[in-house]
């Protein structure tokens, strides 16, 4: 394994742009803030943005409090990154990290103004400051578990409506980073439709779906999630409140983990029921 480290202050847009500089220099893992990521994942740390106060999270950023470089350095031997990219303020945070987490020597160091215009790193700043966004490199839905409580950005659906604004955000708030280099990302109902009719019909209870129906709860342009509501037959039998629980579940978890989008309702209607001959 080797290292490479990309250093800026802080608030100047290096998570943000981690991602990005991952792909290009071909690392499967980030250390960040506290945290490792492999293959956009959190595996294992604690995140400092998640500390009450500066000193504490200056501490978890370099992994001094107890107990924390032992689970990173643990779980980096389990996963055995072939390029680890080290985000930190300085040269010297870089190089302590690695040290303290016993990697390899820093082979390159990329400097945040090497890849960011003045302008740009300007706008992050103001992010930070003045709108309180936290950047975690991984996608809103890997962040779900590891922040609860926290607000997250949801994945933005494009349909008729502009995909500029969003969402003003408290303090406490963690936003994934806009990953710009994949091009525009567009979902449509169709998808969400066939993806609720394949977990459904994956039961045998299920003898057949009728109309699925995807709306939008929207907030001025901003798409804030989905209800949804599917209409089935069910095999006569079985407990139909434990089935349409079950099948609820089944359907929030399969829709949240593919699209990333909010599901708020799963209104499930049994219009009959099949009786074997």
Known sequence: MDVIALVGPSGTGKSHRALMVAQQQHADAIIDDGILIKDGKIIAGHSAKKEKSKIMAVRRAIFVLPGHAEEVRKAIREVMPHRMLVLGTSENMVHKITKILSLPSIARVIRIEDIASKAEM????????????????????ELKPHFSGYLIDPLQSFFKRSP?????????????????????????????KSIV?????????????????????????EDQ??????????????????????TQQRVRNAVEFMTGMVVHEINIMVKALYVEA
């Open 225 to 246: 999630g989905l209800k949804i509501s599917c209409e089935i037959t069910l095999s006569y039998g079985n407990h139909l409140p434990t089935l349409i629980a079950q």
């Open 197 to 221: 009719a394949n977990v459904v019909k994956a039961k045998e209870f299920v003898k057949k779906i009728g109309h699925i129906h995807v709306r939008h709860l929207w907030n001025g342009e």
């Open 164 to 192: 500029t604004r969003r969402r003003k955000l408290g303090e406490k708030s963690i936003v994934r980073p806009i990953f710009s280099y994949y091009g525009k990302l567009v979902i449509d109902d169709s998808v969400v």
């Open 122 to 141: 300007a706008q992050a700043q103001i992010s930070r400051l003045k709108e309180g966004k936290h950047i975690i490199p991984v996608p809103t839905i």
